[in-house]
């Protein structure tokens, strides 16, 4: 979003996070519909586009607390959808690939996630698992649909990325900028 101020664009930002979840179960319970539908934080995006109007939603990570719903409520509005992508939480639910210090991609390609669920991929619990699944499966379609552009970091993110069904035309390939840390040194 510097970038986007650098260039003269106002940014409005919403942010929460997933650091806020109240531990134990009544903290997991309050945050297990956010995958498919997350009340508040459908409320409080639905406010701020409305209140503001934007040309255009940049979406990072919207997984627990937000919601992928908030796609639908942007097409209802008329407002086009960009989503950076930071990890591969589109094809699994810790969005890593990994499990147990090694690459897996049990559930890339699957129809309903379950070796996820299985392995209890996130945050280490079943429990927790299910509903990130879910979500995954009940928007499916609101992300293959929904966003008009993807910005991938990686070619095997993008690649990713079509296996779950996002057509490879709406992914452009944009890596992390990074500035220089300082001069060059002389040897």
Do not use: K
């Not at 934007?54 to 959808?81: C, K, M, Q």
């Not at 499990?99 to 049990?106: A, L, V």
């Amino acid at each position: 979003d510097l970038l986007l101020r650098d260039g003269g664009v106002e940014v409005v930002e919403l942010f929460t996070d997933s650091d806020d979840i109240a531990g134990g179960v009544r903290g997991a319970l309050a945050a297990a519909p956010g995958p498919v539908y997350s009340r508040a934080g459908v409320r409080r995006f639905t406010a701020l586009l409305e209140e503001r109007r934007p040309d255009v939603v940049h979406l990072h990570n919207v997984f627990p607390l937000i919601s992928p719903y908030v796609v639908r409520v942007a097409e209802r509005h008329g407002t086009p959808v960009v989503q950076t992508v930071h990890n591969y939480r589109h094809s699994c639910v810790n969005g890593l690939h990994l499990r147990d210090g090694h690459t897996c991609t049990d559930c890339l390609g699957t129809r309903l996630g379950l070796p996820g669920v299985q392995h209890g991929c996130y945050r280490g619990s079943r429990a927790q698992t299910v509903p990130m699944t879910l979500g995954q499966v009940v928007h499916r379609r609101t992300w293959r649909n929904g966003v008009a552009r993807y910005l991938a970091l990686t070619p095997f993110m993008r690649d990713t990325l079509t296996v779950t069904g996002i057509p490879a035309d709406r992914i452009t390939i944009r890596p992390t900028r990074v500035g220089h840390p300082g001069g060059r040194s002389e040897e």
